[in-house]
Nanobody, 124 residues
Framework: QVPLVESGGGLVQAGGSLRLSCAAS????????MGWFRQAPGKDREFVGS?????????YYADSVKGRITIFKDDGKATTYLQMNSLNPEDTATYYC????????????????WGQGTQVTVAS
């Protein structure tokens, strides 16, 4: 059973916005950090941002996307969201959500659970 399921990807024009969702199921993620990563063809998986589950701490963002993205969550729906604004073609990638127990990490290898990914394509 896959505990994380992303949705919301698609094709968007440069300058547009998208909101991705990551729904958790089958596992209680209390005490976990939920991370968002992206991977473009031929490139390494890149940390985008993270948020603590069931915690009031503020989200953490990679410098490369800071100011253009917002991560937030709905504990009742067991869902985290990645709101992306002012998208540009360099944002084209497969976006993944992931979960790790404990505090944040920018290292993909530290995350235990992964979603299947959702494709985001930004047209110029």
């Amino acid at each position: 059973q896959v505990p994380l399921v992303e949705s919301g990807g698609g094709l968007v024009q440069a300058g547009g916005s998208l909101r991705l969702s990551c729904a958790a199921s089958g596992t209680t993620f209390y005490g976990y950090t939920m991370g968002w990563f992206r991977q473009a063809p031929g490139k390494d998986r890149e940390f985008v941002g993270s948020i603590r589950w069931a915690d009031s701490s503020t989200p953490y963002y990679a410098d490369s996307v800071k100011g253009r993205i917002t991560i937030f969550k709905d504990d009742g729906k067991a869902t985290t969201y990645l709101q992306m604004n002012s998208l540009n073609p360099e944002d084209t990638a497969t976006y993944y959500c992931a979960a790790k127990y404990g505090y944040r990490s920018v290292n993909a290898n530290d995350y235990e659970y992964w979603g299947q990914g959702t494709q985001v394509t930004v047209a110029s």
